[in-house]
């Protein structure tokens, strides 16, 4: 069985901190491929990254960044400088690859940024 | 491509009684994804399709549930009998596999409320 720890339940900090969210995951398998999402206000999830397992390399992309660890079993995720736009909820997730992917999502994070 | 669309995306009832949700997935999308998501809590997977065939349904909550997607485009998820316990958010989301990754895209929602 698969698990997603997400320890941090909410985040406060000041519009042009540096955050980082937390997720640690669990599983048995040597394949997996681990996501993070964000659900806004609005609700709807939106995809941000997926990784897979043999890939440890870490990922920038703009403002955000992802750190992935195998011996920690940590992917990890960074917002440089979080505006205001970036509150929302973030969920890291984990899915094994049976012809699709089926995730398990930790409980999220929610991040507000203050201005 | 439009995104996910959900219907409706509220629904309150009583006790007992059955509901129905709709879910039109993005155009071309051949899989489709349902899932709940309970107050505080990441979405949890319920079933799938791949066009019209149903791959997945042994996390379905219980028989209460069902889910069709008779000419594999739009789906349907029916809970009969209603309880309390089954006010959540029902997701919705679509993917295509696409030069061999897969991206789900997640509507909006139906939050639903038993009374």
């Known amino acids: 069985a698969q698990k997603v720890t997400q320890a941090q339940t909410e985040i406060s900090v000041v519009e042009k901190e540096d955050v980082t969210l937390d997720c640690v995951y669990e599983t048995r398998d040597t394949t997996y491929y681990l996501f993070w999402y964000k659900q806004p206000p609005s609700g709807e999830l939106v995809f941000l990254i997926r990784?897979?397992?043999?890939?440890?390399q870490n990922e920038i992309s703009g403002r955000y960044s992802w750190n992935f660890q195998k011996s920690t079993s940590s992917f990890n995720f960074t917002i440089t400088a979080s505006q205001v736009v970036d509150s929302a909820v973030y969920f890291c997730a984990l899915s094994l690859y049976v012809g699709s992917y089926i995730p398990t999502f930790g409980r999220g994070t929610s991040l507000i940024v203050h201005p | 491509d439009t995104g996910v669309s959900q219907n409706p995306r509220h629904k309150i009832t009583k006790r007992g009684q059955n509901v129905t949700f709709r879910c039109d997935p993005i155009?071309?999308?051949?899989?489709l994804y349902w899932y709940r998501q309970t107050l505080g809590q990441g979405p949890e997977f319920l079933t799938y399709?791949?066009?019209?065939?149903?791959?997945?349904k042994s996390r379905l909550l219980s028989d209460r549930f069902s889910a069709e997607r008779p000419k594999g485009s739009f789906s349907t998820l029916e809970i009969q009998r209603t309880e309390q316990g089954d006010s959540a958010m029902y997701l919705c989301a679509s993917s295509r596999k696409r030069r061999g990754q897969e991206t789900q895209y997640f509507g909006p929602g139906t939050r639903l409320l038993v009374l």
């Open positions: 990784r897979n397992s043999f890939d440890e």
């Open positions: 399709f791949q066009n019209e065939a149903q791959l997945e």
């Open positions: 155009s071309e999308h051949n899989r």
